[in-house]
C-alpha cells in the first residue's frame, strides 16, 4: 500500500476514534445528568450537543442543517440532559420524516433540510426545529403529543417521544407546539420563559 493511501486512512480512523470518543464522553454526561434537577442553560449549546450527536447520521442521508441562532440569548431554565433529549428527539423524527418523503418520490434529488432558530421574542426564548419532510396530516396533528401516538410503522417508534418531550417543556415551565404540511414539512415551536433575575 502506498504511504499517501495509508495516511489517507490514518486520517479517517483518527477523525472516527475522536468522533467515537466525543460521542461517549457525552453519552456519559447524558447519564450523569440525568437527575441533576433545573439550571440557567444556554440553549443555543445545547442544541449544537444535540445535533453533534446526529451529525454524522444526518449528514450520509444528504440532509442539510441550516442554524439561525440569535447570539446573547438570556439562559432558560431546564435540566441540560433531559432538554437535550428533546433536542435529539426532535432531530431525529425530522430525519424520519425526510427520509419518509424521499422514499415516496421517483427522484431523491432535491435539498431536503433541518433548519434550527432561535430567538428572544418578548419574555421568552423560542426554538424553531422545521423540516421539509413528507409533514403530518391535519386529521392527526391534534393527536402527536398522546402517549404511545405514532405515525412511524412497527419497530420504528414507540409514540413516547414527543409525549416525553411535552412533559419536559411543561416541567421547566415551556411549552411545545407544532405546525405541519401534508407534503411540505413540519415546524416545532419551543418556548421557554426568561428567568427574572437572567
Not at 118 to 135: C, H, L, N, Y
Not at 185 to 190: E, H, N, P, S
Request: a negative charge; glycine letters at 10%; hydrophobic letters at 35%.
Amino acid at each position: 500500500i502506498e504511504d499517501e493511501h495509508l495516511s489517507i486512512m490514518a486520517e479517517k480512523i483518527s477523525s472516527n476514534v475522536d468522533r467515537a470518543t466525543k460521542i461517549i464522553n457525552h453519552l456519559r454526561e447524558f447519564g450523569r445528568k440525568a437527575d441533576a434537577g433545573l439550571e440557567k442553560l444556554q440553549v443555543n449549546d445545547l442544541l449544537k450537543r444535540a445535533h453533534e450527536l446526529l451529525s454524522q447520521q444526518l449528514k450520509v442521508r444528504g440532509i442539510e442543517v441550516s442554524w439561525q441562532l440569535e447570539d446573547g440569548l438570556p439562559r432558560i431554565l431546564g435540566d441540560p440532559g433531559r432538554l437535550e433529549q428533546v433536542f435529539i428527539n426532535l432531530f431525529l423524527n425530522a430525519r424520519d420524516a425526510i427520509e419518509d418523503k424521499l422514499a415516496t418520490r421517483a427522484t431523491k434529488k432535491g435539498a431536503e433540510e433541518i433548519v434550527v432558530k432561535t430567538r428572544v421574542d418578548q419574555d421568552k426564548v423560542s426554538v424553531e426545529i422545521s423540516d421539509t419532510g413528507a409533514g403530518i396530516p391535519g386529521n392527526i396533528l391534534e393527536k402527536i403529543f398522546e402517549p404511545f401516538f405514532t405515525t412511524k410503522s412497527v419497530g420504528r417508534g414507540t409514540g413516547l417521544g414527543l409525549s416525553i418531550s411535552y412533559g419536559i417543556l411543561e416541567e421547566c415551565g415551556g411549552s411545545i407546539s407544532v405546525k405541519s404540511k401534508e407534503g411540505e414539512g413540519t415546524r416545532f415551536i419551543l418556548e421557554f420563559p426568561i428567568p427574572n433575575d437572567n
